[in-house]
């Protein structure tokens, strides 16, 4: 698909290394390519005042040149090139996209054209953004304690996908995943490729330092972590980057897993989305990874050595 990383002239502009210099403030332009249109701050234009000169001089972006009677400035403008200033939709011609946009509506990519808060419609828990717990959480809603999660979530009952409620105390650590550099997405696709399996070779979970010592637990040790759902097995890395939160004068600790690890390949490891739930947003249905719930113990599964994991 083309998308502008490859001009007319058949140049690969992904692998262009040209930085901007010293004595030359810029967003890079010339190192790689930034799709679309390569331009590297989304609603760059709303970095400028109503007559498209840049509220700040120093941290200036895109401004409107007279001179050339179009945008221009160190990034590409997220806007159309000549539209001036001062443009305001002809309501009587009932206009049409990016016509129907003035010069003071940079987020072309909301109907209006403005950044909102507050949303009128399209959302199933609009119209304002406010706080819901995980469906799976250690704590009570501390803002909303009668809503502790979002009434419109799309939840599944069904055998395997069983939800515990609030403060459970078999599982009582928020549980979050994340990718891995070395390992390409979901790890599919670089699992078996030796080089990039030997800097991630297998399954790990992060632990602070402050629970891995309170259950017992080694760093490059054997844990298991577990859920109404499934038990996975990981090796242990003890690091202070995950620090432990303060919760209504409760210490609620935080561990992370990555999701890139299979039972084939050359890196391997049990599976993170074993532990999770299946549920969906409220808006998009799209599967939530990120905030969740677990146990957490030293030693090992029953079937460990069996060629699992």
Not at 72 to 77: E, I, K
Not at 137 to 146: A, E, F
Request: with cysteine.
């Amino acid at each position: 698909m083309y998308c502008g990383i490859y001009p007319a002239d058949g140049q690969n502009l992904a692998r262009s290394r040209t930085p901007d210099g010293p004595g030359r403030p810029g967003s890079h332009l010339g190192w790689a390519f930034s799709w679309p249109s390569n331009r590297r701050t989304l609603y760059n234009c709303a970095a400028t005042d109503p007559d498209g000169k840049p509220w700040s001089e120093r941290k200036r972006m895109v401004w409107w040149s007279e001179a050339d009677s179009k945008w221009t400035g160190t990034d590409v403008p997220d806007f159309e090139e000549t539209k001036r200033p001062d443009y305001r939709p002809d309501w009587s011609k009932r206009p049409h996209g990016m016509d129907a946009l003035g010069s003071a509506d940079p987020f072309i990519m909301e109907v209006d054209g403005q950044c909102m808060l507050f949303a009128s419609s399209g959302l199933a828990d609009g119209p304002l953004p406010t706080h819901y717990e995980p469906v799976e959480s250690p704590v009570r809603n501390p803002l909303y304690p009668g809503e502790q999660l979002n009434p419109a979530v799309k939840l599944w009952a069904r055998p395997g996908n069983e939800l515990y409620a609030p403060e459970d105390p078999c599982f009582p650590y928020v549980l979050t995943t994340f990718r891995l550099t070395e390992l390409h997405c979901g790890g599919v696709t670089s699992r078996v490729a030796p080089h990039t399996a030997e800097l991630q070779p297998e399954m790990f979970v992060e632990i602070p330092p402050e629970l891995a010592g309170t259950l017992g637990i080694k760093h490059l040790g054997w844990t298991v972590l577990s859920t109404l759902r499934s038990e996975i097995e990981a090796k242990a890395m003890v690091t202070e980057r995950l620090r432990p939160f303060r919760i209504n004068g409760r210490t609620i600790y935080q561990i992370g897993v990555p999701w890139v690890f299979g039972w084939q390949g050359y890196a391997r490891g049990d599976v993170a989305n074993a532990l999770l739930a299946i549920t969906g947003d409220a808006n998009t249905s799209i599967h939530s990874t990120k905030a969740s719930t677990c146990g957490l113990r030293p030693g090992r599964l029953a079937h460990a050595g069996d060629g699992h994991g």
